[in-house]
């Protein structure tokens, strides 16, 4: 056990990394380290330093430290960069907390979907982790305006295969102010993702902007 975790055991805040230090990764840092611990890890180490510096419960650490420490690790990269991640770095074991969209670089569209998903590509990249899709609809700049929307808290659809894992994010994230909702399994990220690529159309191509984010609403049958 390293000398990180043995420190951060002593109290009763989670320790979660970032791996990613784009705006999601800036939003999702500043948002988890409002009540908890946040490793910051990147390629790049000077930008995580940079991200980390900003955030008070923030650290920048090595990609291979925050694994070994943190209890559970979000993935805030290009789903593109997901695959060098898997060959470099060891996620056994770990909660993995996919937030990626495969969009086409010029955001015209998936690079696949409906019968396949990003998170499930994932999951067969690290087959000893225990992947989770999460956060995957929420624009960057909704954390910058906070998780409230006029008395309604944003909606963070929490999909995995893995119940005790699922549910220790659907905690996770819902301690931290998001309506965290169970939305079955990992197979769902087939709908999921092509749910995000519609949010982008309605943020940018239909004039909505960014400070929205998809919602059910429901009553009790009659």
């Known amino acids: 056990m390293n000398l990180l975790r043995k420190l951060f055991r002593k109290d009763r805040k989670m320790t979660y990394a970032i791996i990613g230090t784009g705006n999601i990764a800036s939003g999702l840092t500043r948002t988890l380290a409002a009540k908890h611990r946040v490793l910051v890890a990147g390629r790049d180490a000077e930008k995580a330093q940079k991200l980390a510096s900003t955030v008070k419960n923030a650290s920048a650490v090595a990609i291979d430290e925050a694994l070994d420490t943190a209890e559970i690790v979000f993935l805030a990269v290009p789903f593109d960069a997901v695959s060098e991640l898997a060959t470099r770095y060891n996620f056994d074991n770990k909660i993995v907390v996919d937030v990626t969209n495969p969009f086409k670089a010029d955001f015209s569209g998936l ?14 990249l690290l087959p000893n982790a225990h992947v989770v899709k999460a956060l995957n609809t929420i624009f960057a700049q909704v954390y910058e305006r906070g ?6 808290k944003v909606p963070a659809y929490v999909a995995a295969d893995d119940e005790a894992a699922k549910q220790k994010v659907v905690n996770a994230l819902a301690d931290v102010g998001f309506d965290a909702v169970d939305t079955g399994g990992l197979l769902n990220a087939r709908y999921l993702e092509p749910l995000a690529y519609l949010n982008v159309q309605f943020g940018y191509m239909l004039g909505q902007g960014t400070q929205i984010a998809p919602a059910w609403i429901s009553r009790q049958s009659a």
């Open 111 to 124: 690079t696949f979907g409906y019968d396949s998903s990003a998170a499930e590509k994932i999951a067969e």
């Open 147 to 152: 998780l409230n929307f006029e008395g309604r």
